[in-house]
């Protein structure tokens, strides 16, 4: 039980130090605010957010994204020399000549490769609004790249100076100030001494706090308790606390058998993790300002989220360690995902478009639908339960019994859910765009998935499939939900959902998918081989029908 | 109840399996063809066509008969009625939309008042001018007609509309053609590292803009007006317009020698004074200057019958127009003298001289003869121009050519275009209309009728008026944060935004697009909509979530661990 204990308490350790050490002024100023895309936001999330889009990652090299940034925009020019440019794209690699297997680039090294520059002035020559042609996307997003890189050094991204006419104007950029001729001195005298003493190294205590108090006496600053909170938020890693506590609780419960200490501190873990879950959430709500339903990162969390919370109730209910296995399995790859891959499930918080603003049966109607996403993630994963105790233990009667109950309860929350959810679609779609239903991708895959799981439970009653059948095709209706919930925004890209639309990840689901369809069919075969061994030796009546329609 | 083979087969719960696999396969297949191609297809090959129509009847009568089955209900059923009378609600109220419901958009001018709603579908209108004019239905994109293959529709009063293509996405191209009757037009191009515009010139169309730079082609009606264009100085003199019924023929003045008629239209134009500076001194309308600081013309417009008027123009003054003398008739047109002085604006002219000559002029340095097919110097920002064509004799060609649209870039789409000829009109050459066009025909037995293509509208009981439209941007961003609209009906005013439609008279109008251009109006675009079966999908949607639940609450899951479950 110690051991254990041991083993939980190291999870919980910071992840990761920084490789230097990370000065008191550093930590000040990733407190002050940024006006940057379309929301008001602390330095530290900017960092992160900039560092992760030049670099591929926030904690580059190991360093404080704040660091890293400070350290770009003292370079200045010099930050061209500077090996920081992810750029991974086999084609272009070999086209310009590039080792293959070198991820950063120099600014300086690319604008002296003369294919580069070559790609550069064909995307100059495009017409604003023209379409970037696909062969040169991977250039665009490059060039956009070293341009940003270039404007962090000179501090022209840097828009954290407030607006005398409100929170919602325009703030200029530390660039715009210093080049502005009617700025007020105080202030460019501020950004400069914070520039000299950024580059000298010496001094950035003061500068910084006078940069401060020169900041907040420009015009209307954004509260410090939602800056403090937002940093909280981005430092405090809920969402990666949460998995490492699930999967605490996963090798917990696969290690024991229901009932044992083991096993409730498994469950406890999970409930620790849950709660963790929860207080990530409630921080992201109260910084976005809305309930966390508009993009897949969002959904992504909110499905591992409602697996552990239908897994934990049950395990109150039922103690059967089946569901929460199979709901932490769910949820450590979920949310292990979306701490992973920023660049699929982008994590940073947007504000929304205006259609999906201020909705009560939006928010309603996306939950609802998530979390019988939720019910079916647990379903799926029960289903595998089943279908391996099936392969590798077909005589353990009393456990396949409670898994097939189990397996059938979530697929029942699920349907419920899932149809509460989309018939509420219909209400909100009627509410904001006026029709009920109008065949919409997103609206067909959310009823195509339903369908497959109401043939389930509809075959059940005729002599068609059994038991072991409904496991089999619940993991396969499980591939409806993933179709309706990832695959319209990302792989179809049609319709008028398309504010959750986005690119990557198609090749890994669709290996995903495959290699289901490949599992339940060699189960299907194993298990159908051994009941034709077993019939050929005595002949079975079929049991009674339990149908609500007799 | 009498339960016969059929009814058992249609209330079984193996048609219920069968038909949600047929349900899944078809939804799959139409959501792939929305990927692939639009929503339009999707709807028209699926969610719209009979057969589809036909598969949900199917649906229905399943679902009904096996509830019908099971009657007389026990309490054990409640759940299952319940859901399955929702889905036949549900149902039902679906196909009342379809029947009644209205889909369309409006759109309405900032200031404007409409009552027109636009539904989605393409119709001819026709009709007298000024009269009710009729909505015929002209689909042509599922099928699309071809030369080998016309398609015939009947327009009345003995017209006919034979189409012969179909365009979805249709871009004009104008060019020019040799003819026996015609003005001179060149094709050229202006290029530098950066920009390369192709753009055909022609005589009396107006001028071309090209950035900060002018293009146009000018005619030297004899050898002293060529010798005037030639030699270097400005050669520009501003245009003269003449509004004849609200169209407008226009001349550079460049192109009018003194005291030559110059014919434009059924008019002639002499032109008998040009006054660059002009002032009154002692009683007389001179010129003080070369310089254009008051430009005026004073000329003489007249038509065939010899009916003329004497006119004083200023473009910078043109409340200051003055019919300084008129005989016979009075002339049923305007005359305005327009010269838009744009400092630093560079002009390339091109000089035809009647011979066949081509001259170019940059600004006001002396021209210099062109050679088609070479690149000559602007001299202004590395700029190079090329005439690669001269007609000497040239009408104008439109032409529409089929665009390919990126997905998703459907709405800003161009628009689609049909070339049709019409049978039983005097106007019965090939022509091409695009969606919104509206021409004058004369039909064959004599009467003159307005035919358009475009959408079929309806009129609302009331109009609604646009009073504001207002954008809010998100801090920092060029993104709308919201948009609304603040619209009169009925005397009264409401306010429309996303998410907060208005609901009058069995409509509900939602904002749903803008159109804010610089320099042009602003529109506001809802969606309007009406479904006579909302109340019963609500109704059904609560019976059918009510209903599983019920079900799954009341009804305890016993595991069947039978054939085809694990071996026992």
Same mark, same amino acid.
């Given at each position: 039980?110690?051991?254990?204990?041991?083993?939980?308490?190291?999870?919980?350790?910071?992840?990761?130090?920084?490789?230097?050490?990370?000065?008191?002024?550093?930590?000040?100023?990733?407190?002050?605010?940024?006006?940057?895309?379309?929301?008001?936001?602390?330095?530290?999330?900017?960092?992160?957010?900039?560092?992760? %889009?030049?670099?591929?990652?926030?904690?580059?090299?190991?360093?404080?994204?704040?660091?890293?940034?400070?350290?770009?925009?003292?370079?200045?020019?010099?930050?061209?020399?500077?090996?920081?440019?992810?750029?991974?794209?086999?084609? +272009?690699?070999?086209?310009?000549?590039?080792?293959?297997?070198?991820?950063?680039?120099?600014?300086?090294?690319?604008?002296?490769?003369?294919?580069?520059?070559?790609?550069?002035?064909?995307?100059?020559?495009?017409?604003?609004?023209?379409?970037?042609?696909?062969?040169?996307?991977?250039?665009?997003?490059?060039?956009?790249?070293?341009?940003?890189?270039?404007?962090?050094?000179?501090?022209?991204?840097?828009?954290?100076?407030?607006?005398?006419?409100?929170?919602?104007?325009?703030?200029?950029?530390?660039?715009?100030?210093?080049?502005?001729?009617?700025?007020?001195?105080?202030?460019?005298?501020?950004?400069?001494?914070?520039?000299?003493?950024?580059?000298?190294?010496?001094?950035?205590?003061?500068?910084?706090?006078?940069?401060?108090?020169?900041?907040?006496?420009?015009?209307?600053?954004?509260?410090?308790?939602?800056?403090?909170?937002?940093?909280?938020?981005?430092?405090?890693?809920?969402?990666?606390?949460?998995?490492?506590?699930?999967?605490?609780?996963?090798?917990?419960?696969?290690?024991?058998?229901?009932?044992?200490?083991? %096993?409730?501190?498994?469950?406890?873990?999970?409930?620790?993790?849950?709660?963790?879950?929860?207080?990530?959430?409630?921080?992201?709500?109260?910084?976005?300002?809305?309930?966390?339903?508009?993009?897949?990162?969002?959904?992504?969390?909110?499905?591992?989220?409602?697996?552990?919370?239908?897994?934990?109730?049950?395990?109150?209910?039922?103690?059967?360690?089946?569901?929460?296995?199979?709901?932490?399995?769910?949820?450590?790859?979920?949310?292990?995902?979306?701490?992973?891959?920023?660049?699929?499930?982008?994590?940073?918080?947007?504000?929304?478009?205006?259609?999906?603003?201020?909705?009560? +049966?939006?928010?309603?109607?996306?939950?609802?639908?998530?979390?019988?996403?939720?019910?079916?993630?647990?379903?799926?994963?029960?289903?595998?339960?089943?279908?391996?105790?099936?392969?590798?233990?077909?005589?353990?009667?009393?456990?396949?019994?409670?898994?097939?109950?189990?397996?059938?309860?979530?697929?029942?929350?699920?349907?419920?859910?899932?149809?509460?959810?989309?018939?509420?679609?219909?209400?909100?779609?009627?509410?904001?765009?006026?029709?009920?239903?109008?065949?919409?991708?997103?609206?067909?895959?959310?009823?195509?998935?339903?369908?497959?799981?109401?043939?389930?439970?509809?075959?059940?009653?005729?002599?068609?499939?059994?038991?072991?059948?409904?496991?089999?095709?619940?993991?396969?209706?499980?591939?409806?939900?993933?179709?309706?919930?990832?695959?319209?925004?990302?792989?179809?890209?049609?319709?008028?959902?398309?504010?959750?639309?986005?690119?990557?990840?198609?090749?890994?689901?669709?290996?995903?998918?495959?290699?289901?369809?490949?599992?339940?069919?060699?189960?299907?075969?194993?298990?159908?081989?051994?009941?034709?061994?077993?019939?050929?030796?005595?002949?079975?009546?079929?049991?009674?029908?339990?149908?609500?329609?007799? | 109840?009498?339960?016969?083979?059929?009814?058992?087969?249609?209330? !079984?719960?193996?048609?219920?399996?069968?038909? &949600?696999?047929?349900?899944?396969?078809?939804?799959?297949?139409?959501?792939?063809?929305?990927?692939?191609?639009?929503?339009?297809?999707?709807?028209?090959?699926?969610?719209?066509?009979?057969?589809?129509?036909?598969?949900?009847?199917?649906?229905?009568?399943?679902?009904?008969?096996?509830?019908?089955?099971?009657?007389?209900?026990?309490?054990?059923? @409640?759940?299952?009625?319940?859901?399955?009378?929702?889905?036949?609600?549900?149902?039902?109220?679906?196909?009342?939309?379809?029947?009644?419901?209205?889909?369309?958009?409006?759109?309405?001018?900032?200031?404007?008042? !409409?009552?027109?709603?636009?539904?989605?579908?393409?119709?001819?209108?026709?009709?007298?001018?000024?009269?009710?004019?009729?909505?015929?239905?002209?689909?042509?994109?599922?099928?699309?007609?071809?030369? $080998?293959?016309?398609?015939?529709?009947?327009?009345?009063?003995?017209?006919?509309?034979?189409?012969?293509?179909?365009?979805?996405?249709?871009?004009?191209?104008?060019?020019?053609?040799?003819?026996?009757?015609?003005?001179?037009?060149?094709?050229?191009?202006?290029?530098?590292?950066?920009?390369?515009?192709?753009?055909?010139?022609?005589?009396?169309?107006?001028?071309?803009?090209?950035?900060?730079?002018?293009?146009?082609?000018?005619?030297?009606?004899?050898?002293?007006? /060529?010798?005037?264009? /030639?030699?270097?100085?400005?050669?520009?003199?501003?245009?003269?317009?003449?509004?004849?019924?609200?169209?407008?023929?226009?001349?550079?003045?460049?192109?009018?020698?003194?005291?030559?008629?110059?014919?434009?239209?059924?008019?002639?134009?002499?032109?008998?004074?040009?006054?660059?500076?002009?002032?009154?001194?002692?009683?007389?309308?001179?010129?003080?200057?070369?310089?254009?600081?008051?430009?005026?013309?004073?000329?003489?417009?007249?038509?065939?019958?010899?009916?003329?008027?004497?006119?004083?123009?200023?473009?910078?003054?043109?409340?200051?127009?003055?019919?300084?003398?008129?005989?016979? $008739?009075?002339?049923?047109?305007?005359? /305005?003298?327009?010269?838009?002085?744009?400092?630093?604006?560079?002009?390339?002219?091109?000089?035809?001289?009647?011979?066949?000559?081509?001259?170019?002029?940059?600004?006001?340095?002396?021209?210099?003869?062109?050679?088609?097919?070479?690149?000559?110097?602007?001299?202004?920002?590395?700029?190079?121009?090329?005439?690669?064509?001269?007609?000497?004799?040239?009408?104008?060609?439109?032409?529409?050519?089929?665009? $390919?649209?990126?997905?998703?870039?459907?709405?800003?789409?161009?628009?689609?275009?049909?070339?049709?000829?019409?049978?039983?009109?005097?106007?019965?050459?090939?022509?091409? @209309?695009?969606?919104?066009?509206?021409?004058?025909?004369?039909?064959?037995?004599?009467?003159?009728?307005?035919?358009?293509?475009?959408?079929?509208?309806?009129?609302?009981?009331?109009?609604?008026?646009?009073?504001? &439209?207002?954008?809010?941007?998100?801090?920092?961003?060029?993104?709308?944060?919201? &948009?609304? !609209?603040?619209?009169?009906?009925?005397?009264?005013?409401?306010?429309?935004?996303?998410?907060?439609?208005?609901?009058?008279?069995?409509?509900?109008?939602?904002?749903?697009?803008?159109?804010?251009?610089?320099?042009?109006?602003?529109?506001?675009? &809802?969606?309007?909509?009406?479904?006579?079966?909302?109340?019963?999908?609500?109704?059904?949607?609560?019976?059918?979530?009510?209903?599983?639940?019920?079900?799954?609450?009341?009804?305890?899951?016993?595991?069947?661990?039978?054939?085809?479950?694990?071996? $026992?």
């Amino acid at each position: 039980m110690s051991r254990w204990f041991v083993w939980l308490c190291l999870l919980l350790l910071p992840l990761s130090g920084w490789a230097e050490e990370v000065p008191g002024w550093a930590d000040r100023f990733r407190f002050l605010a940024v006006q940057q895309g379309g929301r008001l936001k602390p330095f530290d999330t900017f960092a992160l957010e900039t560092v992760r %889009y030049i670099t591929g990652k926030a904690e580059f090299e190991k360093r404080d994204p704040v660091v890293t940034m400070l350290q770009w925009y003292a370079l200045g020019d010099q930050v061209a020399n500077l090996p920081v440019v992810e750029f991974r794209n086999k084609d +272009w690699h070999q086209k310009l000549g590039l080792p293959v297997d070198q991820r950063y680039f120099t600014a300086s090294e690319l604008n002296a490769n003369p294919e580069f520059v070559k790609a550069r002035e064909e995307l100059h020559k495009l017409k604003p609004g023209d379409k970037v042609p696909n062969r040169l996307s991977a250039m665009n997003d490059l060039v956009g790249k070293m341009a940003y890189l270039e404007m962090i050094s000179k501090g022209a991204s840097w828009t954290m100076v407030p607006s005398p006419e409100g929170l919602t104007s325009q703030w200029p950029s530390f660039y715009e100030v210093e080049n502005a001729e009617n700025a007020p001195p105080e202030l460019k005298q501020a950004i400069t001494a914070f520039h000299t003493a950024l580059v000298k190294k010496s001094g950035e205590d003061k500068a910084v706090n006078d940069l401060a108090a020169a900041l907040q006496a420009v015009g209307p600053y954004p509260d410090g308790t939602a800056l403090a909170r937002e940093v909280h938020y981005n430092q405090f890693h809920a969402f990666r606390k949460a998995w490492m506590l699930y999967l605490f609780s996963l090798v917990c419960l696969l290690l024991t058998t229901r009932g044992t200490s083991l %096993y409730w501190l498994g469950v406890s873990g999970a409930a620790g993790g849950w709660a963790l879950h929860a207080y990530g959430f409630y921080l992201r709500c109260t910084i976005g300002g809305r309930p966390p339903v508009t993009n897949m990162y969002e959904s992504v969390i909110w499905v591992a989220f409602g697996a552990i919370t239908f897994a934990l109730i049950f395990e109150l209910l039922y103690r059967q360690r089946s569901y929460l296995m199979a709901a932490a399995t769910g949820a450590v790859v979920c949310l292990a995902m979306a701490d992973q891959l920023p660049a699929v499930l982008d994590p940073s918080i947007r504000p929304l478009m205006p259609v999906l603003r201020s909705n009560f +049966w939006l928010t309603i109607h996306v939950l609802t639908i998530t979390l019988g996403y939720a019910a079916f993630l647990l379903s799926m994963g029960l289903g595998h339960m089943v279908l391996w105790k099936h392969l590798s233990g077909p005589d353990q009667k009393e456990e396949l019994n409670a898994l097939h109950t189990a397996l059938y309860k979530a697929i029942q929350v699920g349907v419920v859910l899932l149809a509460a959810g989309t018939l509420l679609g219909g209400v909100w779609a009627n509410y904001s765009w006026g029709r009920f239903w109008g065949w919409d991708p997103k609206e067909v895959w959310a009823l195509i998935a339903l369908l497959g799981y109401l043939a389930i439970l509809h075959a059940r009653f005729t002599n068609w499939i059994g038991a072991f059948g409904i496991a089999a095709w619940s993991v396969l209706a499980f591939q409806g939900v993933l179709m309706a919930w990832y695959g319209v925004n990302f792989v179809l890209g049609a319709g008028l959902h398309s504010y959750g639309f986005g690119t990557g990840g198609g090749q890994y689901v669709a290996v995903y998918s495959a290699l289901e369809i490949a599992f339940v069919g060699f189960t299907a075969w194993r298990v159908k081989g051994r009941q034709r061994d077993i019939s050929a030796g005595r002949n079975q009546p079929r049991p009674e029908n339990d149908s609500p329609l007799s | 109840m009498k339960r016969n083979k059929l009814f058992k087969f249609l209330a !079984s719960l193996k048609l219920a399996v069968i038909l &949600f696999v047929f349900f899944v396969v078809i939804l799959a297949s139409a959501t792939y063809y929305e990927s692939a191609y639009d929503t339009q297809t999707a709807q028209h090959l699926v969610y719209k066509s009979p057969l589809f129509a036909v598969f949900l009847g199917i649906f229905f009568t399943n679902i009904f008969c096996s509830t019908a089955i099971r009657y007389p209900w026990s309490k054990k059923q @409640l759940g299952f009625v319940v859901t399955h009378l929702g889905i036949l609600v549900l149902l039902a109220a679906a196909a009342l939309t379809m029947v009644g419901g209205v889909d369309a958009s409006m759109i309405i001018q900032e200031g404007q008042t !409409s009552k027109r709603i636009m539904l989605n579908d393409p119709v001819f209108f026709v009709g007298r001018p000024s009269q009710k004019l009729n909505e015929i239905p002209a689909e042509f994109r599922w099928t699309p007609p071809s030369q $080998e293959r016309p398609q015939r529709v009947a327009l009345g009063e003995g017209v006919t509309a034979e189409v012969v293509e179909y365009l979805h996405h249709a871009r004009e191209n104008v060019f020019y053609q040799e003819a026996a009757q015609g003005v001179p037009a060149i094709e050229m191009r202006i290029f530098n590292d950066r920009v390369n515009q192709q753009q055909w010139l022609t005589a009396g169309k107006g001028d071309v803009q090209l950035g900060p730079a002018k293009i146009q082609l000018l005619r030297a009606g004899d050898e002293a007006q /060529l010798k005037q264009l /030639l030699k270097p100085g400005s050669s520009q003199r501003g245009e003269l317009q003449l509004l004849v019924a609200g169209q407008p023929l226009q001349v550079n003045v460049s192109e009018l020698s003194l005291d030559k008629p110059f014919s434009l239209g059924e008019y002639t134009v002499t032109l008998r004074r040009y006054l660059p500076h002009a002032v009154v001194q002692k009683g007389e309308l001179v010129s003080e200057s070369d310089r254009p600081v008051n430009p005026c013309l004073d000329l003489r417009v007249a038509d065939a019958k010899g009916n003329s008027q004497d006119w004083l123009l200023f473009s910078r003054l043109p409340d200051l127009n003055t019919r300084t003398a008129s005989k016979g $008739e009075a002339l049923p047109l305007k005359l /305005l003298y327009n010269w838009e002085q744009v400092p630093d604006q560079h002009v390339l002219s091109f000089i035809y001289e009647p011979s066949g000559r081509l001259w170019a002029k940059v600004d006001a340095k002396a021209a210099m003869p062109v050679e088609l097919g070479k690149a000559q110097a602007t001299g202004w920002m590395n700029l190079q121009f090329e005439v690669s064509k001269l007609i000497p004799r040239a009408v104008e060609v439109r032409e529409f050519v089929s665009v $390919e649209v990126e997905k998703g870039q459907e709405q800003n789409a161009p628009p689609p275009a049909i070339r049709l000829r019409l049978l039983g009109a005097k106007e019965n050459q090939l022509r091409w @209309l695009e969606r919104g066009d509206v021409i004058q025909v004369h039909t064959d037995s004599g009467s003159e009728l307005v035919l358009g293509y475009a959408y079929r509208t309806l009129d609302l009981d009331f109009p609604v008026r646009l009073k504001d &439209f207002q954008m809010e941007m998100d801090p920092g961003s060029n993104s709308p944060a919201a &948009f609304k !609209s603040s619209v009169e009906v009925e005397g009264q005013t409401y306010l429309i935004q996303m998410n907060e439609p208005l609901v009058k008279g069995g409509y509900k109008f939602f904002q749903s697009s803008y159109s804010q251009v610089p320099g042009q109006p602003t529109y506001s675009i &809802f969606t309007v909509a009406k479904d006579p079966g909302i109340i019963m999908k609500y109704v059904g949607s609560i019976m059918v979530v009510l209903g599983i639940a019920i079900m799954f609450i009341t009804r305890p899951y016993k595991v069947n661990l039978g054939r085809r479950g694990a071996a $026992e």
